[in-house]
């Protein structure tokens, strides 16, 4: 059965976002896509006028789901500080997953020619968890806004460090497997972060 409506333009979204980490946005053709979407141009211009309109969805897309994998901390733990290590941790274990961990090469690649897009994809990765961090760190913890959105940026910064760099430049393998919580422990050093947390935290309250 033809895919119509929204349910077609999810699937345009998700082939497009592959293409566009296999071959870079510049690379990527709006006729591929239409011909991997299995769909018409028309149709194709129909939901996006543009190939940058068609990125900006992807991100906007990206950023749901990614929001959606990651939760809040309140979800990883009842203790604030344990939710804090726990949901840095599921930071550091989603982006070893190759749909992340490329997207983020994808926006580098594309910074100096497309700035608001890799801004966009920044966002989509370091602004919802480090939002979504400070929020629980000043409710959780007492810390005044101010201070909670400082720790959260030095955690989240300490956190990935040095998993992301060693992502980005290929010196460790993207894994192509969905990341599963239940394997955050035996995936993440968790004792790390957790050091990490109960030093960055005090120091700041």
């Not at 005044?144 to 040095?162: C, S, W």
């Amino acid at each position: 059965m033809a895919r119509r409506g929204e349910a077609l333009r999810e699937h345009i979204l998700d082939t497009a976002k592959v293409a566009f980490l296999e071959t870079g946005f510049e690379r990527t053709s709006m006729d591929a896509i239409a011909l991997r979407a299995a769909t018409s141009k028309r149709s194709l211009y129909a939901h996006f006028p543009t190939k940058d309109a068609l990125f900006l969805a992807v991100v906007a897309r990206t950023r749901a789901l990614f929001a959606e994998r990651m939760g809040t901390p309140a979800d990883y733990a009842d203790e604030p500080m344990e939710a804090a290590v726990r949901y840095c941790g599921r930071f550091v274990q989603m982006l070893r997953w190759s749909s992340v961990g490329k997207m983020a090469r994808l926006g580098i690649a594309e910074a100096d020619r497309l700035p608001d897009l890799a801004a966009g994809i920044f966002d989509v990765l370091f602004g919802v968890t480090t939002n979504n961090l400070a929020a629980h760190l000043e409710s959780g913890t007492g810390l005044a806004t101010d201070k909670a959105e400082a720790v959260a940026n030095q955690l989240i910064g300490l956190a990935v460090h040095p998993v992301l760099p060693r992502l980005l430049f290929g010196v460790d393998p993207l894994t192509d497997e969905a990341p599963d919580r239940a394997r955050l422990a035996s995936d993440v050093d968790l004792d790390r972060i957790r050091r990490l947390v109960h030093l960055s935290v005090p120091a700041a309250t």
